[in-house]
Protein backbone atom coordinates (compact mmCIF):
# COMPACT_ATOMS: atom_id res chain seq x y z
CA UNK A 1 0.00 0.00 0.00
CA UNK A 2 1.57 3.19 -0.99
CA UNK A 3 1.59 6.13 1.37
CA UNK A 4 -0.06 9.42 1.03
CA UNK A 5 1.64 12.68 1.01
CA UNK A 6 0.57 16.20 1.29
CA UNK A 7 2.22 19.09 -0.51
CA UNK A 8 1.37 23.00 -0.28
CA UNK A 9 2.28 25.07 -2.64
CA UNK A 10 1.78 28.62 -4.65
CA UNK A 11 0.51 28.94 -7.63
CA UNK A 12 -1.79 31.44 -10.14
CA UNK A 13 -3.45 28.47 -12.15
CA UNK A 14 -7.23 28.92 -12.84
CA UNK A 15 -9.16 29.34 -10.00
CA UNK A 16 -7.35 31.13 -7.88
CA UNK A 17 -8.99 33.72 -6.07
CA UNK A 18 -6.61 36.24 -6.45
CA UNK A 19 -2.90 36.71 -8.03
CA UNK A 20 -1.29 33.93 -6.63
CA UNK A 21 -2.77 31.54 -4.01
CA UNK A 22 -2.38 28.67 -2.27
CA UNK A 23 -3.41 25.11 -3.18
CA UNK A 24 -3.16 21.32 -1.83
CA UNK A 25 -2.81 18.14 -3.48
CA UNK A 26 -1.76 14.82 -2.37
CA UNK A 27 0.41 11.80 -3.96
CA UNK A 28 1.75 8.65 -3.23
CA UNK A 29 5.32 7.21 -3.42
CA UNK A 30 4.63 6.38 -7.16
CA UNK A 31 4.53 10.56 -7.64
CA UNK A 32 0.96 10.24 -8.74
CA UNK A 33 -1.02 13.50 -7.66
CA UNK A 34 -4.68 14.11 -6.69
CA UNK A 35 -6.23 17.41 -8.36
CA UNK A 36 -5.12 20.35 -6.38
CA UNK A 37 -7.65 22.02 -4.05
CA UNK A 38 -7.74 25.97 -3.37
CA UNK A 39 -7.07 27.07 0.23
CA UNK A 40 -9.99 29.49 0.37
CA UNK A 41 -9.77 30.15 3.83
CA UNK A 42 -6.07 31.46 3.37
CA UNK A 43 -6.20 33.20 0.23
CA UNK A 44 -6.85 36.89 -0.57
CA UNK A 45 -6.64 39.28 -3.53
CA UNK A 46 -3.40 39.49 -3.62
CA UNK A 47 -0.39 37.13 -3.81
CA UNK A 48 -0.16 33.88 -1.14
CA UNK A 49 3.00 32.72 -1.31
CA UNK A 50 5.66 30.21 0.58
CA UNK A 51 3.34 27.96 2.48
CA UNK A 52 5.17 25.69 5.05
CA UNK A 53 2.94 23.48 7.04
CA UNK A 54 3.90 22.34 10.10
CA UNK A 55 2.75 19.03 11.04
CA UNK A 56 3.18 18.80 14.69
CA UNK A 57 0.74 21.49 15.39
CA UNK A 58 -1.57 20.77 12.53
CA UNK A 59 -0.74 24.79 11.51
CA UNK A 60 -0.55 26.22 8.13
CA UNK A 61 1.88 29.21 7.93
CA UNK A 62 2.46 31.72 4.70
CA UNK A 63 2.95 34.50 3.66
CA UNK A 64 0.68 37.31 2.07
CA UNK A 65 0.72 41.19 0.67
CA UNK A 66 -2.99 40.84 0.42
CA UNK A 67 -3.79 40.80 3.88
CA UNK A 68 -4.00 43.94 6.32
CA UNK A 69 -0.56 43.43 8.00
CA UNK A 70 2.95 45.39 8.55
CA UNK A 71 3.73 45.79 5.04
CA UNK A 72 4.99 43.95 2.14
CA UNK A 73 4.84 40.33 2.63
CA UNK A 74 3.78 39.68 6.33
CA UNK A 75 3.69 36.21 7.66
CA UNK A 76 0.60 34.64 8.62
CA UNK A 77 -0.36 31.37 10.43
CA UNK A 78 -3.69 29.12 9.94
CA UNK A 79 -4.71 26.79 12.22
CA UNK A 80 -5.75 23.49 10.66
CA UNK A 81 -6.37 24.36 7.03
CA UNK A 82 -9.24 22.11 6.91
CA UNK A 83 -11.38 23.87 8.69
CA UNK A 84 -13.54 26.25 6.78
CA UNK A 85 -14.07 28.56 10.08
CA UNK A 86 -10.83 28.61 11.22
CA UNK A 87 -9.17 32.16 11.52
CA UNK A 88 -5.72 33.44 9.93
CA UNK A 89 -3.91 35.05 12.36
CA UNK A 90 -0.77 37.18 11.77
CA UNK A 91 2.39 36.67 13.51
CA UNK A 92 2.63 39.91 14.66
CA UNK A 93 5.40 42.81 15.38
CA UNK A 94 7.97 40.40 16.99
CA UNK A 95 8.62 39.04 13.75
CA UNK A 96 6.63 40.76 10.62
CA UNK A 97 8.15 44.48 9.79
CA UNK A 98 7.33 46.79 6.69
CA UNK A 99 9.62 45.40 4.48
CA UNK A 100 9.13 41.64 3.37
CA UNK A 101 9.14 38.47 5.51
CA UNK A 102 8.84 34.97 3.44
CA UNK A 103 9.65 31.32 3.20
CA UNK A 104 8.70 30.39 6.86
CA UNK A 105 10.06 27.21 8.53
CA UNK A 106 9.64 25.93 12.03
CA UNK A 107 11.65 22.45 13.53
CA UNK A 108 9.84 19.51 13.89
CA UNK A 109 10.03 20.30 18.45
CA UNK A 110 8.52 23.58 17.77
CA UNK A 111 11.15 25.65 19.51
CA UNK A 112 13.24 27.30 16.60
CA UNK A 113 12.05 28.96 13.49
CA UNK A 114 13.84 30.68 10.33
CA UNK A 115 12.51 32.90 7.90
CA UNK A 116 13.54 35.42 4.89
CA UNK A 117 13.23 39.00 5.27
CA UNK A 118 14.38 42.36 3.19
CA UNK A 119 14.44 44.27 6.51
CA UNK A 120 16.85 46.98 7.59
CA UNK A 121 19.87 45.35 9.00
CA UNK A 122 19.79 42.84 6.25
CA UNK A 123 23.12 42.53 4.16
CA UNK A 124 23.17 45.09 1.54
CA UNK A 125 26.64 46.39 -0.67
CA UNK A 126 25.10 50.08 -1.94
CA UNK A 127 23.19 52.03 0.67
CA UNK A 128 20.29 52.99 -1.93
CA UNK A 129 19.69 49.05 -2.14
CA UNK A 130 19.27 48.60 1.65
CA UNK A 131 16.48 46.24 1.46
CA UNK A 132 16.88 45.21 -1.92
CA UNK A 133 17.83 41.31 -1.30
CA UNK A 134 17.08 39.18 1.46
CA UNK A 135 18.30 37.62 4.54
CA UNK A 136 17.94 34.18 6.76
CA UNK A 137 16.58 35.34 10.19
CA UNK A 138 16.34 32.58 12.94
CA UNK A 139 14.05 33.10 16.01
CA UNK A 140 13.27 30.89 19.22
CA UNK A 141 9.98 30.16 20.25
CA UNK A 142 9.14 30.63 24.04
CA UNK A 143 5.59 30.35 25.76
CA UNK A 144 3.95 33.93 26.35
CA UNK A 145 1.36 34.48 28.98
CA UNK A 146 -0.56 37.49 30.39
CA UNK A 147 -1.07 37.75 34.09
CA UNK A 148 -3.91 40.52 33.94
CA UNK A 149 -4.48 41.71 38.04
CA UNK A 150 -8.40 42.62 37.77
CA UNK A 151 -9.02 44.72 41.07
CA UNK A 152 -12.47 45.29 41.91
CA UNK A 153 -13.85 48.35 43.57
CA UNK A 154 -16.78 50.89 43.97
CA UNK A 155 -16.08 53.39 41.13
CA UNK A 156 -18.03 55.92 43.23
CA UNK A 157 -16.65 55.52 47.02
CA UNK A 158 -13.26 53.05 45.94
CA UNK A 159 -14.76 50.55 48.32
CA UNK A 160 -13.46 47.16 47.58
CA UNK A 161 -16.37 44.85 46.31
CA UNK A 162 -16.77 41.18 46.35
CA UNK A 163 -19.22 38.28 44.72
CA UNK A 164 -18.78 40.46 41.40
CA UNK A 165 -18.90 38.14 38.24
CA UNK A 166 -15.94 38.94 35.75
CA UNK A 167 -16.40 37.04 32.51
CA UNK A 168 -13.17 37.42 29.65
CA UNK A 169 -14.37 37.18 26.30
CA UNK A 170 -10.67 35.99 23.47
CA UNK A 171 -12.04 38.95 21.17
CA UNK A 172 -9.88 37.43 18.10
CA UNK A 173 -11.12 33.63 18.34
CA UNK A 174 -14.68 35.26 20.01
CA UNK A 175 -13.89 32.52 22.72
CA UNK A 176 -14.98 33.18 26.77
CA UNK A 177 -11.84 32.41 28.57
CA UNK A 178 -12.69 33.18 31.75
CA UNK A 179 -16.08 33.02 33.41
CA UNK A 180 -16.92 32.96 37.63
CA UNK A 181 -18.03 35.20 40.37
CA UNK A 182 -14.70 36.30 42.23
CA UNK A 183 -15.45 35.90 46.06
CA UNK A 184 -12.77 38.52 47.00
CA UNK A 185 -11.15 42.41 46.05
CA UNK A 186 -9.22 40.85 43.31
CA UNK A 187 -7.88 38.09 41.05
CA UNK A 188 -5.36 36.88 38.83
CA UNK A 189 -6.40 35.68 35.24
CA UNK A 190 -3.64 33.92 33.48
CA UNK A 191 -4.53 35.25 29.47
CA UNK A 192 -2.46 34.29 26.13
CA UNK A 193 -0.17 37.02 24.18
CA UNK A 194 -1.04 39.43 21.18
CA UNK A 195 -4.93 38.76 21.48
CA UNK A 196 -7.49 41.50 22.15
CA UNK A 197 -9.96 40.31 24.70
CA UNK A 198 -13.47 41.94 26.26
CA UNK A 199 -13.85 42.03 29.85
CA UNK A 200 -17.87 42.61 31.39
CA UNK A 201 -18.42 42.81 35.28
CA UNK A 202 -21.35 42.88 36.44
CA UNK A 203 -23.23 42.66 40.29
CA UNK A 204 -26.56 42.41 41.57
CA UNK A 205 -27.50 46.38 42.38
CA UNK A 206 -24.48 47.63 39.68
CA UNK A 207 -24.35 48.41 36.58
CA UNK A 208 -22.33 45.92 34.16
CA UNK A 209 -19.15 47.57 32.72
CA UNK A 210 -17.84 46.24 29.62
CA UNK A 211 -13.91 46.82 29.11
CA UNK A 212 -11.60 46.24 26.05
CA UNK A 213 -8.80 45.40 26.13
CA UNK A 214 -7.29 45.74 23.15
CA UNK A 215 -4.18 47.81 23.66
CA UNK A 216 -2.45 45.44 26.64
CA UNK A 217 0.89 44.57 25.47
CA UNK A 218 2.78 42.01 27.52
CA UNK A 219 6.45 43.22 28.90
CA UNK A 220 9.20 40.28 27.40
CA UNK A 221 12.15 39.38 29.25
Known amino acids: IDSVNTL ?15 WKTTFNDRMVFTNPVNIKIANSEGDDITPFFHEGSN ?6 NGRYGYGGYDLFRLEDPSDR ?31 S ?5 SLFLEEQYETCCFDIYKGEVTECKLDLLALI ?17 DVTYNEVVFDDTIEKASTNI ?9 VTTSKDG ?9 DIKPVYG
Open 8 to 22: FYSSNRPGSLGKRDI
Open 59 to 64: MLYFST
Open 85 to 115: EAIVENMGDKINTPNDDINFFMTDNGSELYF
Open 117 to 121: SNREG
Open 153 to 169: YNAVDKSELEGVHIQVV
Open 190 to 198: ELECDREYK
Open 206 to 214: FDDLTINLS
